[in-house]
């Protein structure tokens, strides 16, 4: 069985219960902590499928972080040879990018627990659910790439998901978060929250106070996803 690629971009984004899921199937999986230096592979067909998760840059910030654009072409290439590709929030902007679609500031940000609208090709990603309740930190958001369909949107942040080719999966929310690396990240960027008062936007206070409740369903949600994308990559 080839194994997952995960590419991690700082240390306090990694790939969590994505990789608590892997294990549980037994998946093997390879991290790239693109951050300290490890190079993606030239031959994407080394790995059944990538999967690429958050940071607190920007897709656009290419002259700060010489990874990016590696990444992009990585993510092109496996585009390319049929290698499905799952990107979580910044990851889900890198696959973005990769399709040829734009990456720009949003109108307003989503920090918190926010409600998706799915679309109906959604079900087969997201469960018989009309509406999800997902994490979100983010302030730049993607368009929709060409050949692309729409499968949830927020009424803050229009293209909150979208399917490419059937097989890659680009989202604009947190799926594989848990609970401590939430705090964590309350801990580190707390200012950002404090900055806004917008009703995309919940306080320290209560991100922190709706963690344990919110999770299970976040999680929930989350194997629906995992699940069908890796009958894209396993067959």
Known sequence: ??????IQHVSLDGPEYFLDYLNRQS????IFK????DVLPDDVSTYAGIATFGGPMSVNDETEHDW???????????VAADVP???HCLGGQLLARALGAQVRKAAIPEIGWIDLQAEPLAEEWFGQRASLRVFQWHSDSFDLPQGASLLASSAYCRNQAYLYDGRHLGMQFHCEVKVEMIRQWLQVGYQEIDAHDLPS??????IAASLEEGMPQSHAQADDIYR???LGVYG
């Open 1 to 6: 069985m080839k194994p997952i690629a995960i």
């Open 27 to 30: 998946i093997p999986s390879r």
């Open 34 to 37: 693109v951050y300290a230096g």
């Open 68 to 78: 990016i654009l590696p990444e992009i072409d990585f993510l092109r290439r496996a």
């Open 85 to 87: 590709v799952i990107g």
């Open 201 to 206: 936007v919940m306080s320290v206070a209560q």
């Open 228 to 230: 069908r994308w890796l």
